[in-house]
């Protein structure tokens, strides 16, 4: 039976190595000197990310509610989303205790980064930390962007038939990541799973819960106080909900390029997943536009998601140095490219259904896509 690394949060899986030997486990791809580098977290960087995205946040939404033409209201909503978006990552860094030395740190960074994006940081990091990469790319188990095999599809009703639809289209960034995560797969059931993950996730689940209304509020107050014509739910909805939608769609797509692609296949039976399959070349390195990554290189050191899911516990800072280690040890294996609005609508349209049988993607009507 496999067991867990505690290093890394995934599952060994002895014997399961490649032809060649490789297993993808960090020891193969790192000196210890280099592990020793790469997995040394500093408060200074951590900090310093933390409190300058914190403030990218609330600057770009004093943006937002002060007395603009509404083109660069939008302006700011857009700039605002990203923000949200980079305080999920440092949430999703945190909630791996590698972004900041010290267990209460890192906790309460979570704590803090996620009330923007509306998470509850126990729940999310046992849907993260402990499902999807103890389990990745095992179908049923994992949850994250997990497409629906075809078998299943046949058997669905028609309303979820059209979701599916929908989530596997250029727009189902908009509400896989509620709907498709924390309601319907990894959250909710979770919670429903025994009463004492009730009582374990309840403070924090009433932290976010507090802190997300506390920010709603002041933000429909501050809203008329900067441009008196502006309502108090006019400023929620242009201070909040419209940023929130846009950070949501970010961190969803995001999300699915980091685990979805016509090479990257899903296992139905566990005894077929192993370390290297799923860690290496089940996640990928994605190359930003120039532009994104100079405004916005937290971005990019978590598109290079290789390294994250090989060694979870390496500092996000530190991630590029991991990613190149990887990138040297295994070459071809890792799935490595430059993003593009037409490769994204390629990998949307080939990547529909899995058909576990034929170990490839299928179109809606079952037809080979890769």
Known sequence: MASVDVSTGAR??????????????????MTPDEMKIISKRSMSRALVLFFSHLALYFASMLGILAPWP????????????????LLYLIGHEAAHR????????????????FIFPAHSRSVWAEAHNVTHHRYTNVLKKDGVWEPMTLEDYRKAGPVRRAYERFERSAFGGLTFYYWGILLTRAGLPLLMDTPNKWRRFAPDIAFMLLSVATL??????????????RTFWGSVLLGWVVPFVIGMWIISVSIYLQHTHPDILWFENEDDWSYYEAQIKGSTDVILPWALQKAFP??????????????????????????????RTYGDDVISYKITLARYLDIVRKCKLMDPKRKCWV???????T
Do not use: K
């Not at 709603?216 to 014509?229: E, K, Q, R, V």
């Open 298 to 327: 937290l971005y990019q050191e978590v598109m290079d998601h290789t390294a994250h899911h090989a060694y979870m516990t390496v500092p996000i800072y530190n991630v590029p140095a991991a990613q190149a280690a990887i990138l």
């Open 12 to 29: 060994r899986n002895p014997g399961t190595a490649t032809q060649d030997g490789r297993t993808g486990y960090p020891a193969e791809w």
């Open 216 to 229: 709603i509020t002041a933000i429909g107050l501050i809203g008329p106080m900067l441009d008196p014509s």
């Open 70 to 85: 509404l083109w660069v209201s939008l302006g700011f909503c857009l700039l605002n989303g990203f923000a949200i978006g």
């Open 363 to 369: 179109d809606f009507n079952g037809n080979p896509t």
């Open 98 to 113: 590698s972004f900041a030395p010290g267990t209460v740190l890192n906790d309460w960074l979570a704590r803090v980064a």
